[in-house]
């Protein structure tokens, strides 16, 4: 599994404040920003403050930062009226389209999502 450490991570930059970003919540564990190429129009990136590369090595480090990044992505979808109507997305892998080594899930929102492709 590709792997970045922190110093080089973008999402650890964006933690930090190094980077700017669109943050619309946090909590103690996690953040949540727009994502700066939205695929839908409400599109929020949440992402836990530890490092760990992928959901899976998350939830093997910590339960509870797993956890809270789903707790904040309901309240993300919450506060954006969308609780009823989005997806929450998990890439694993470059092959899976996963761009970014640091930990996160899309929250996707306000468009109609008919397509029945992968699940
Ligand atoms: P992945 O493809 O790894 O599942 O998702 C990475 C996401 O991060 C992509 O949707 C991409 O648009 C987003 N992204 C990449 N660089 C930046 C950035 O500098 N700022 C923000 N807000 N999003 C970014
Ligand atoms: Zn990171």
Redo the contacts with the bound molecule.
């Keep these: 599994m590709t792997s970045q450490t922190p110093s080089d991570c ?1 999402f650890c930059k ?1 933690v930090a404040g190094e ?1 700017p ?2 943050r619309v919540a946090e909590s103690d564990r996690s953040i949540a ?5 939205p ?1 839908a129009p409400i ?1 929020v ?1 949440v992402v836990p403050r530890r490092h760990e590369p992928t959901v899976g090595a998350l939830a093997a480090a910590s339960g509870d930062d797993l956890a809270d990044v789903f707790r904040l992505a309901a309240r993300v979808a919450e506060e954006e009226g969308v609780a009823d109507a989005h997806r929450m997305i998990v ?1 694993t892998g470059s092959d899976a ?4 080594f640091h930990a ?1 899930v ?1 929250l996707l929102a306000g468009a109609t999502f008919t397509e029945r492709g992968m699940v």
């Excluded at 389209?97 to 970014?100: D, E, P």
Aim: proline share 0%; no cysteine; aromatic share 4%.
């Design positions: 973008l964006i980077i970003s669109d920003f727009r994502d700066i190429n695929a599109h990136l890439n389209g996963q761009t970014i996160h899309h």
